[in-house]
Structures are given as structure tokens and as C-alpha cells.
């Protein structure tokens, strides 16, 4: 059994297939980790969000900040705006179940037989694998609740930016959801910095999450995505697998199971959104 993750679909699912069929993925023996941003900006999302939730079993994907948008928009919570190429799902008749399937989707997944987590963005500099995993089922819990939609409402929002482990409700899940679904930059101290973009060298005073001194999870292996400017890269025990297929360069995968290994395919004409 052979185990890959791929970075954001982002809507691109021509992609996708062309990157299984060259892993020649077998959905009855392999398994498939997906980082999240299955959806949005490119031209296939409705596509993707069905193919995804089809493979089953052969598949675990975590949620990132574009599947979050989609949900709070679906909720009449969130404007839906020129950017947003999700108007085939809003009319879509499975629509329904399609959003109840999604909200579902956990923020972390954690194999502790390959050795390898996985979260959409980052995790918090202050938390270590039993810490993310914990904050990680809490709001998992919220989003997969009848209540979800009151959560979605208050979600939104910068702060807190720092870790406060007695802080509890709204505030609590605000963080956490931006750490796993937004994260890029931290200070030198660990305080999330949302704002900031782009590559690390554009940032002074500021550092990639996984360069952050004294972060906890250091030495967990973790794949990610999020970060198209990062692109595919691999420092220490990280590895970002967002390799910008949406904005017309390519989707990338990484081998699992053994020594870890790199695939990638260009994205086609047809993926860049319109």
C-alpha cells in the first residue's frame, strides 16, 4: 500500500486526476491525504468536492480556509464576491449533503505508523502533538454540531493571536481554526502574525511557524500546504506541498510510506481560474 498527500486542489481536479494517474494510484490498496483548499478559486470545485468525497476510505483530507469560506457563504454568513468561483456549488443539487460531508472533515489527521501529521496551515509554536490534537477535536466537534452555524458567525477574526490554554468558547476555536487554516508567520515569540504574506524574505521580524524558536512539535514530521509562495519545500521535518497549481504552476504529491519521496505534474492551460 503506497500513501501519498497532495497539496491544494484548490478546484483544480484535472490536475489531480493527471497526478493520480501518473502515481498510478490504486483506490482499493493506496491511500490518499489531501491538505485542504479542496475548493476555490479554480473551475472545477463542484467536481472536486464530489470525486473527493467519493474515493471513501481511500481518502483523508483535512479542512482548510477556503472549505471554511465555502460553508460560511452556503450559510448566508459570509458575502459571496467575484472571487469566489463556487456558484456551480451554491445551485448544485447535492449542495446539502455535500456541506454536511465537508464540515465533517477534521482540522489535524495524525498516523503515528508513518510517522507523519497533517494539517492545512500550521500549528501553534506553544503546542505539541497531544495539545493540537486535543484543540483539533474541539472544534471538530463544534462543526460537525447542529449549532455550527453560530460558531461559523463568530469565527472570523484576528484575535487572539498568542495561546491562552484557560481561554474557553468563541475565542478558543478562533485560534485554533487560525492556526490550522490560516497560519503563515509568527514573531520571534510565537504571536500569530495573519497578515503577512508572501515569501519569508519579505517579512522582517517575522518567521515561518516552523521557524519559530523553541516551537514544541519540533521534530513531528508534518505535511502542509497553504502557502503557494513557499511552493513545494522541505526544511527539518516539515514539508509544504502547495505548489501553486491554481495560479498555473503544478500540483505536487510526497510519497508517505518509506522514505519520503516527491511527484508533481504541470497544471493544464485550463486550471488558472478565469
Not at 483544480?12 to 479542496?38: I, P
Not at 485560534?175 to 508567520?185: A, D, E, K, P, Q
Request: aromatic share 10%; hydrophobic share 40%.
Amino acid at each position: 500500500m503506497a500513501v501519498y498527500a497532495i497539496g491544494d486542489l484548490q478546484g483544480c481536479l484535472s490536475s489531480l486526476q493527471k497526478l493520480l494517474d501518473r502515481l498510478a494510484f490504486d483506490t482499493a490498496a493506496d491511500r490518499l491525504w489531501l491538505v485542504g483548499d479542496l475548493v476555490n478559486p479554480g473551475p472545477q470545485s463542484l467536481e472536486t468536492l464530489r470525486f473527493v468525497r467519493d474515493l471513501g476510505d481511500a481518502v483523508t483530507t483535512v479542512l482548510g480556509n477556503h472549505d471554511l469560506h465555502l460553508l460560511a457563504i452556503a450559510q448566508g454568513l459570509r458575502p459571496h464576491t467575484d472571487k469566489d468561483n463556487i456558484t456551480d456549488i451554491l445551485a448544485a443539487p447535492d449542495r446539502d449533503e455535500l456541506f454536511d460531508w465537508l464540515r465533517r472533515q477534521p482540522l489535524l489527521h495524525h498516523d503515528p505508523g508513518l510517522g507523519f501529521t497533517m494539517v492545512h496551515a500550521g500549528l501553534a509554536p506553544d503546542w505539541d502533538l497531544v495539545t493540537a490534537q486535543r484543540c483539533a477535536r474541539e472544534v471538530e466537534t463544534v462543526l460537525a454540531s447542529d449549532d455550527y452555524r453560530g460558531f461559523i458567525a463568530e469565527m472570523y477574526g484576528d484575535e487572539p493571536d498568542y495561546w491562552q490554554a484557560d481561554v474557553k468558547g468563541v475565542e478558543r476555536w478562533r485560534y485554533i481554526v487560525n492556526c490550522f487554516t490560516r497560519l503563515r508567520f509568527c514573531d520571534s515569540s510565537g504571536r500569530l502574525a495573519l497578515k503577512a504574506k508572501g515569501a519569508p524574505e519579505q517579512h522582517a521580524g517575522l518567521v515561518p511557524w516552523f521557524r519559530v524558536p523553541g516551537r514544541r512539535h519540533a521534530g513531528l514530521r508534518i505535511v502542509f500546504g497553504h502557502w503557494s509562495t513557499l511552493g513545494a519545500h522541505h526544511e527539518d521535518d516539515v514539508y509544504c506541498l502547495d505548489s501553486g497549481c491554481v495560479w498555473g504552476r503544478s500540483m505536487t504529491a510526497l510519497r508517505l510510506d518509506g522514505a519520503p519521496e516527491w511527484f508533481s505534474v504541470p497544471c493544464p492551460q485550463a486550471c488558472p481560474p478565469t
